[in-house]
């Protein structure tokens, strides 16, 4: 499950008529606050391992406002001379002829600098969409091994108890051999990855009988829980536009080894595109994309269910079986928020999670990730993290992440 909140730019942008034509804005970026916060985002930037140069961004941002300067002093010109040739007055031939020509030059100086600037814009652009968002000050710095457990819940078995990492959240020993998942969807038939291969490949797979049974009872068993906290359930759209990925803090491309393009001969233009949705995270948070909000009506919360689809490779035999597949299903928290309320509605989507595990009796523990953990768009993020016998390893099972903050001002939600 994933949580979203985001603090969104003021535009007051609405989104309006068909949903088939209905258009979102190209986000934009606060460059001044690029500019006051260099030093900050260098230090965050560090803190994240990223390879972004925030001073160049700046540099070439500077040039923007500098060309836009001397464009928009041509214009200017121009429309004097046009402005003087409707009304010549008592101006000579000769001079009307004279204003005609640097009119003319003066149009093709200014179809040259438009194009020149709208470059750079594109230029800019490409690099600055990459800035991480802040980061909170509880969020630990460094990689994996940095991370630290959220508070003292998690359950007390079907975990060796000499496996020391993050104590106290260690369980207990079982009295008896335990089966990896594999040995026991072969005792149930329950799944079968092999007559998959043939349909569509290695990393598919079809959940059969008591399978299918399990996953439809997790679903409701976690939208239940979702319910009884005031959620409003949501059957989100599996495909989406590229430009709601990119404003969710992603930039796919061409050759993205993760995402799933689509095409189809009516898609002629490339942000009209669509891709298969990783998470429900995206078309949830695109949902309400060119909104206006009172702070009344907020929170906004939803619990979503979905198809995921992730074309990342997955070898090895600790990736078998049912761990990391191109396609499953996922129940997804989100929530509209204030960003002074985010921090507050974080926690209880950690509190909720924890119910849910509880509830199924598995062992897991809770961790605050590290700065090299968080990626570029996320403010904070909690994982939960299950001891998986089969792997001898923990292993992410749910992760909450909160997107407060002036980075993030994308989806024109205020």
Not at 301 to 307: E, P
Not at 335 to 358: G, P, R
Request: include cysteine; proline fraction near 5%; hydrophobic fraction near 40%.
């Amino acid at each position: 499950m994933n949580l979203f909140l985001r603090r969104f730019s003021t535009a007051k942008n609405s989104v309006t008529g068909n949903s088939s034509t209905a258009k979102i804005l190209k986000p934009q970026l606060n460059y001044s606050y690029y500019k006051e916060n260099a030093a900050a985002l260098e230090r965050i930037i560090a803190a994240r391992k990223m390879d972004v140069d925030i001073n160049l961004i700046n540099s070439k941002y500077q040039t923007i406002v500098e060309e836009s300067y001397n464009l928009d002093l041509l214009r200017k010109r121009r429309n004097q001379i046009a402005a003087l040739l409707s009304s010549p007055g008592n101006s000579t031939a000769e001079a009307l002829h004279d204003l005609k020509v640097e009119g003319k030059n003066l149009k093709i100086a200014v179809h040259a600098r438009e194009s020149q600037l709208a470059k750079l814009k594109e230029e800019v652009f490409s690099l600055a969409k990459n800035v991480p968002n802040d980061m909170h000050p509880s969020v630990p710095i460094g990689d994996y091994s940095k991370c630290k457990p959220h508070t003292n819940k998690g359950t007390t078995k079907f975990a060796p108890r000499n496996h020391t990492s993050f104590p106290p959240l260690i369980c207990d020993e079982v009295d008896y051999p335990a089966k990896d998942h594999m040995e026991l969807i072969k005792l149930h038939d329950l799944a079968d990855f092999e007559r998959a291969g043939k349909v569509s490949g290695t990393s598919f797979h079809y959940l059969k009988s008591a399978g299918c049974i399990l996953e439809l009872g997790l679903i409701r068993y976690a939208v239940d829980i979702c319910l009884k906290y005031g959620f409003t359930p949501v059957f989100a759209p599996d495909l989406i536009r590229l430009e709601i990925l990119a404003a969710c803090g992603f930039a796919p491309r061409s050759n993205d080894p993760q995402t799933y393009f689509v095409s189809h001969k009516n898609l002629q233009l490339e942000n009209e595109g669509l891709v298969l949705t990783a998470t429900s995270e995206f078309p949830l948070a695109g949902m309400y994309a060119g909104e206006v909000f009172n702070k009344t009506d907020l929170p906004k919360k939803m619990v979503g269910f979905g198809h995921c689809f992730r074309a990342e490779g997955a070898s090895g035999g600790l990736n078998r079986g049912l761990y990391r597949l191109h396609q499953f299903s996922k129940v997804e928290m989100f929530a509209l928020t204030t960003a002074e309320e985010s921090d507050k509605m974080l926690e209880e989507f950690f509190n909720i999670q924890v119910e849910i595990f509880q509830g199924l009796d598995i062992c897991f523990r809770g961790m605050n990730m590290s700065s090299e953990e968080l990626g570029t768009p996320a403010y904070k993020k909690y994982d939960i993290e299950a001891w998986m016998p089969g792997r001898e390893m923990w292993g992410e099972v749910q992760k909450l992440k909160n997107f407060h903050g002036p980075t993030t001002k994308m989806l024109f939600v205020s």
